[in-house]
T-cell receptor, first 115, second 114 residues
Framework: DQQVKQNSPSLSVQEGRISILNCDYTNSMFDYFLWYKKYPAEGPTFLISISSIKDKNEDGRFTVFLNKSAKHLSLHIVPSQPGDSAVYFCAASSLATSGTYKYIFGTGTRLKVLA | NAGVTQTPKFQVLKTGQSMTLQCAQDMNHEYMSWYRQDPGMGLRLIHYSVGAGITDQGEVPNGYNVSRSTTEDFPLRLLSAAPSQTSVYFC?????????????FGPGTRLTVL
């Protein structure tokens, strides 16, 4: 049962345009969400996060929007650059029975920015 | 700081063989974890540790063992490799176990089981 879903396996966008990556989740107890970026042959790197008490967080060209009622978040990249071409993973923080927080990841969306 | 390091980068095993994937971090992080990445499945948590001597199971722990004797090291053991364990394995660490900690990943180990 996939608790964090990224329904678009891939996305192509023209350089300079907006990229919108989507993520849906099923567990209403998730209260912190993150986006990670992954280049081939490298480990994922942290990009941006948002707490459930906010509906928007911005960092430079990257903005994450959270709609709690719809259990949906999205990552906007404006303007998109060829260097943004990577796989993007959405993750949600979940409280484990041990009392610690662990991350549940989505399946990833491969973004290709065309020059 | 080297961050999170993993060895080896690549490994090919035969079914039934055993091996240990090494992971080390030099950031004095309490929390360490192992993930596997498979096509269409994203990153799935195998095991995690909240400190030396403390480990717990993640989403897909079967076939894997872990131990945490020091803060720095968190090896992942495959006791009897199976083709279903062919995957890319990532080790990660973060400073603590609270909600708002960024997680740092190693470069990964690509494992093929024949």
């Amino acid at each position: 049962d996939q608790q964090v879903k990224q329904n678009s396996p891939s996305l192509s966008v023209q350089e300079g345009r907006i990229s919108i990556l989507n993520c849906d989740y099923t567990n209403s107890m998730f209260d912190y969400f993150l986006w990670y970026k992954k280049y081939p042959a490298e480990g994922p790197t942290f990009l941006i996060s948002i707490s459930s008490i906010k509906d928007k967080n911005e960092d430079g060209r990257f903005t994450v929007f959270l709609n709690k009622s719809a259990k949906h978040l999205s990552l906007h990249i404006v303007p998109s650059q060829p260097g943004d071409s990577a796989v993007y993973f959405c993750a949600a923080s979940s409280l484990a029975t041990s009392g610690t927080y662990k991350y549940i990841f989505g399946t990833g969306t491969r973004l290709k920015v065309l020059a | 700081n080297a961050g999170v390091t993993q060895t080896p980068k690549f490994q090919v095993l035969k079914t039934g063989q055993s091996m240990t994937l090494q992971c080390a971090q030099d950031m004095n992080h309490e929390y360490m974890s192992w993930y596997r990445q498979d096509p269409g499945m994203g990153l799935r948590l195998i095991h995690y540790s909240v400190g030396a001597g403390i480990t717990d199971q993640g989403e897909v722990p079967n076939g894997y063992n872990v131990s945490r004797s020091t803060t720095e090291d968190f090896p992942l053991r495959l006791l009897s490799a199976a083709p279903s364990q062919t995957s890319v394995y990532f080790c990660a660490s973060r400073p603590g176990t609270s909600l708002y900690n960024e997680q740092f990943f190693g470069p990964g180990t690509r494992l093929t089981v024949l």
